[in-house]
């Protein structure tokens, strides 16, 4: 089943997520990047309308449709790390106030993970803005608090990452992938 072998690494922007699974990656590791930087950045470039500061709805209905071609593409015959997960989505839109579709809750409870997700916390010491990461500190930590809150109401277990080191922080997934 392939709620067995895919595992989301989440948290707020800015916390090493993305460094991780790059690192995991490098290691031989199936990965799947992150929706939201890349739907920034095909948005950026063509002028488009779905970009998180100016169309918020269409931007999560993007993220929706990005990770549920993610989750289909994974291969169901190993391992998967997901930077981020549709679940990420339902956190988003809460940390806005907004309400879930009922077709991204459905999606939420039918395409589940590994039961174990990994929650990287905020880290104000490596924390950076950037053209796509325009939030502030304060908007990333209440973003992770947002995902937390999301995984735990789909029933999942979130395990926090520790502040250290990319390798370190590698063996620590590995080790509690069981």
């Known amino acids: 089943m392939p709620e067995n072998s895919f595992t989301v690494i989440t948290g707020g922007p800015g916390s090493g997520k993305s460094t991780l699974i790059r690192h995991l990656a490098g290691r031989g590791f199936a990965t799947k ?24 709805g269409l931007f999560a209905e993007l993220m929706l449709a990005w990770d549920l071609r ?6 169901t015959d190993e391992p998967v790390l997901f930077d981020r997960g549709l679940v990420d989505t339902v956190g988003y839109l809460g940390l ?38 325009r939030q502030s500190l304060d908007e990333a930590e209440r973003t992770y608090e947002a995902c937390v809150a999301a995984y735990a ?26």
């Not at 993610?70 to 291969?75: D, I, L, Q």
Request: hydrophobic share 35%.
């Open 33 to 56: 990047p992150e929706a939201g930087r890349a739907i920034i950045q095909d948005q950026v470039a063509i002028s488009g309308p779905a970009l998180p500061w100016s169309d918020p």
């Open 70 to 75: 993610s989750y289909r593409e994974a291969s």
């Open 96 to 133: 806005l106030g907004r309400p879930v579709p009922r077709h991204l809750d459905a999606a939420a409870r039918t395409f589940r993970y590994h039961r174990r997700v990994f929650a990287a916390p905020p880290w104000p010491e490596i924390y950076e803005q950037d053209s796509e990461r």
């Open 153 to 178: 109401g789909y029933g999942y277990e979130v395990v926090t990452l520790p502040r250290a080191p990319v390798e370190q922080r590698a063996r620590f997934v590995l080790d509690r992938l069981v």
